[in-house]
């Protein structure tokens, strides 16, 4: 590997990550990246948890899915260790898996059935929390050397860190949206019934507590009908 343009498409990288206006779009440049920077990688895909229930994000083939999907539905395999960081790893390679793997005895065989001939995976995460695992694959055995792992590492380093500054970003547009659609909705129930700030609130806090419905919710009801009722 030309290690000199390998950083320098590196730097570009994470330079167009940053850039990105949506956490959908950096997770996209990252998979895709993933296809062209790490030899062997015919396929890429981000795995989240929730509790035991898998996400795939931003896969860039079916093989991803169908992976995620099958890790699931057994309870195990390389991905879900990494993303729960299971014996404290990080980085897992599956070298070969036409041969028998004793840790994943379920999974190796219909994985291969899957089309898939060896894989890697990196646990994205950053100093305060663990973002899920970025997963790389490849149709033939073999294909991914100490180098792919190397390059595969950085990649993920970079893409973590992008990750989390634009779900950081995602959530501060999101506050800032319901904070304004909240005092929109105070507006019209303060105009419509003749209530204070407070009472306007009250209304609002006390109709998504009775009826389980997000505060945000409400609100963008109030602002679209024009009321409660």
């Known amino acids: 590997m030309d ?3 390998f950083a320098q498409q590196m730097a570009s990288m994470a330079r167009d990550l940053l850039a990105q206006e949506t956490v959908d779009d950096t997770l996209e440049g990252v ?5 062209e920077l790490v030899e062997g990688c015919d396929a890429s895909g981000i795995l989240v948890l929730r509790g035991r229930q898998v996400k795939s994000l931003a896969p860039t083939h079916e093989l991803v899915v169908g992976s995620d999907r ?5 309870g195990e395999g390389p991905c879900f260790d990494a993303a729960l960081r299971r014996e404290g790893e990080r980085v897992f390679r599956i070298a070969d898996l036409t041969r028998s793997q004793p840790r994943w005895p379920a999974f190796a065989p219909q994985a291969r059935d899957l089309g898939v001939g060896s894989m890697m995976g990196f646990l994205l995460f950053t100093e305060d929390e663990d ?4 997963n790389l694959y490849s149709h033939r055995p073999g294909a991914f050397t100490e180098a792919s792992e190397m390059a595969g590492w950085l990649l993920a380093s970079h893409a973590a860190v992008a990750f989390s500054s634009a779900r ?6 999101q506050a800032v949206a319901t904070r304004h659609a909240i005092g929109e909705a105070m507006g019209i129930l303060m105009g419509s019934h003749h209530l204070t700030e407070e009472q306007a609130f009250a209304v609002l806090r006390r109709y998504s507590q009775e009826n389980n419905v997000k505060l945000r919710e409400v609100a963008r009801r109030v602002c679209d009908e024009g009321g409660l009722d």
């Open 3 to 5: 290690w000199r343009t």
């Open 31 to 35: 998979t895709h990246s993933a296809t």
């Open 70 to 74: 099958l890790q699931e539905r057994l």
């Open 131 to 134: 973002l899920g695992a970025l």
């Open 168 to 173: 950081t970003d995602a959530q501060m547009q």
